[in-house]
Antibody, heavy 118, light 106 residues
Framework: QVQLVQSGADVRKPGATVKVSCKAS????????ITWVRQAPGQGLEWMGW????????NYPENVQGRITVTADTSSTTAYMELKNLRSDDTAVYYC???????????WGPGTQVTVSS | AVQLTQSPSSLSASVGDRVVITCRAS??????LMWFQQKPGRAPNLLIH???TLQGGVPSRFSGSGSGTDFTLTISSLQSEDFATYFC?????????FGQGTKLEI
């Protein structure tokens, strides 16, 4: 069965960097994209970016471009989302999902709470 | 970026009611729309993709319609487990964008 297992909750200071992992299993990792979505407390969903693990192609929204890097390691079937220069408004639950790039988001990880606080 | 406007933002209903949620796009997005259900503390759950295709395992009381700029999610007969927040997402153009959500309450 398809599973996405994410790394645990993290607390970082403003200006620091966080890296969240998403370990995929139960399917051919290179055959589907991985999409990252975040949700600030009490707010809606925000698309954070996408990667094609087969060729490493990525796409990011302008509001985090330059601060975000999404990577995928096919040998360990793990995707990563790194966000730099953290601000308090980056406090959110970060989700990975299988799909994007033309595929629907059919399986989701449980989410990783990232808190940015001094 | 494509803006998605959902309405209503919240809705009170009862078990057995028929409910319709709308999602309007700021430009045409063909059929490239998904609907998700989210319960507190949980990841979103895919209900509909391609605007009209029911995801496997989703009850048939859920249905989607529309194309271009206007889309609807219909729940034909509300069950207690359907009280949640619903989001639409367009995947026609980057950046993908979500609607602001519709909270469905008892």
């Amino acid at each position: 069965q398809v599973q996405l297992v994410q790394s645990g909750a993290d607390v970082r200071k403003p200006g620091a960097t966080v890296k969240v992992s998403c370990k995929a299993s139960g399917y051919s990792f290179s055959s589907y994209g991985i999409t990252w979505v975040r949700q600030a407390p009490g707010q809606g969903l925000e698309w954070m970016g996408w990667i094609n693990p087969y060729n490493g192609n990525t796409n990011y929204p302008e509001n985090v471009q330059g601060r975000i890097t999404v990577t995928a390691d096919t040998s360990s079937t793990t995707a990563y989302m790194e966000l730099k220069n953290l601000r308090s408004d980056d406090t959110a639950v970060y989700y990975c999902a299988r799909g994007g790039g033309g595929d629907y988001l059919d399986y989701w990880g449980p989410g990783t709470q990232v808190t940015v606080s001094s | 970026a494509v803006q998605l406007t959902q309405s209503p933002s919240s809705l009170s209903a009862s078990v057995g009611d028929r409910v319709v949620i709308t999602c309007r796009a700021s430009q045409g997005i063909r059929h490239d729309l998904m609907w998700f259900q989210q319960k507190p503390g949980r990841a979103p759950n895919l209900l509909i993709h391609g605007a009209t295709t029911l995801q496997g395992g989703v009850p048939s009381r859920f249905s989607g319609s529309g194309s271009g700029t206007d889309f609807t999610l219909t729940i034909s007969s509300l069950q207690s487990e359907d009280f949640a927040t619903y989001f639409c997402l367009q995947d026609a153009f980057y950046p993908y964008t979500f609607g602001q959500g519709t909270k469905l309450e008892i």
